[in-house]
């Protein structure tokens, strides 16, 4: 039986990535596009939201998507450093940027959902703020992989940084619970049936996060495809460089 | 088919129009680094071979 740790060696990498990248996008184009129009045209208005709810099927993806992306950061940063696998490390950096447009989308659809549903665009709650502190974290990971020009050096750095901003990715998800303050409303989805939203917003709203999974998956897989090839162009250039 | 969105109309589709810009921007911009990285990558391997 293969090892998972076969797929930290790059060339192994990258060959799996390129037969499973087609079918992962258009599994999640698929899903996206059949989630959003179900949502955007086939469901009712909310009798107390009104047609707003219908931001549920991006603000709700896009923000499971932006903390569990800073989760999966952490676990290939915590296996850089333990197992100094280069693939695991570029896969972190490649996650950050999507990371971070998830982030902007979560925030932008929640103040422009937040505007007509509790009178102002922004309010000083314990889930969007450690959700915006999350943002400025995104921000300084991807500014710090671009400042420091040794790779290993910046991945030892970024991987500590990502550790100490998992505290936000963590408060994002869970303030709500133990913080009993601030205008934003519990958990959408639920193990707890009576708690979820009802169904006909909670099937085209599942179709929806499974588009927008996936569509981290498909760009992480192709990000990583990408980092793997820069740093072996910076390696075969500076080997030219030195003759 | 457009359905009835009332009052809220700027607020849903500003959302919808935001959101899949920025999808849409990400996914182009990834897929043209990917694009430029690989053929430079073949550049350079071109050269190394004999």
């Not at chain 1, 087609?22 to 599994?27: A, D, N, Q, S």
């Not at chain 1, 971070?100 to 937040?114: D, E, P, R, S, Y």
């Not at chain 1, 998956?217 to 740093?231: G, P, S």
């Amino acid at each position: 039986m293969s090892s998972l740790w076969e797929y930290a060696n790059p060339k192994k990498f990258v060959e799996t990535s390129q037969r499973v990248l087609p079918w992962v996008t258009v599994l999640s184009v698929a899903c996206l596009v059949v989630g959003l129009v179900w949502g955007f045209f086939f469901t009712p208005e909310d009798y107390r939201q009104g047609a707003t709810v219908k931001i549920i099927y991006l603000h709700v993806p896009s923000a499971l998507v932006a903390i569990n992306a800073w989760f999966m950061m952490l676990l290939a940063s915590l296996i850089w450093l333990i197992r100094r696998h280069h693939v695991s490390a570029l896969a972190a950096r490649a996650a950050a940027p999507v990371g971070a447009v998830m982030t902007v989308i979560a925030l932008a659809t929640g103040a422009i959902w937040g505007q007509p549903m509790w009178g102002t665009w922004w309010v000083w709650d314990p889930r969007l703020t450690s959700f915006l502190i999350l943002f400025l974290f995104y921000l300084g990971y991807i500014a710090l992989w671009a400042a420091v020009e040794d790779g290993d050096t910046a991945a030892d750095l970024t991987s500590i940084l990502c550790i100490v901003g998992s505290v936000f990715a963590v408060l994002s998800r869970y303030a709500v619970f133990f913080w009993n303050q601030g205008l934003h409303q519990g958990a959408s989805l639920s193990m707890d049936a009576e708690e979820n939203v009802a169904d006909v917003f909670y099937y085209p709203l599942l179709v929806c996060i499974a588009g927008f999974v996936l569509f981290f998956v498909a760009l992480v897989l192709l990000r990583t495809q990408t980092e793997i090839r820069a740093r072996r162009m910076r390696a075969l250039m500076a080997r030219e460089r030195m003759g | 088919m457009m359905p009835e969105l009332g009052k809220y109309a700027a607020t849903v589709l500003s959302s919808y129009g935001i959101s899949i810009l920025l999808l849409v921007a990400l996914a182009v911009v990834s897929l043209r680094r990917a694009t430029r990285v690989r053929r430079a990558l073949e550049e350079v391997e071109a050269r190394r071979r004999p």
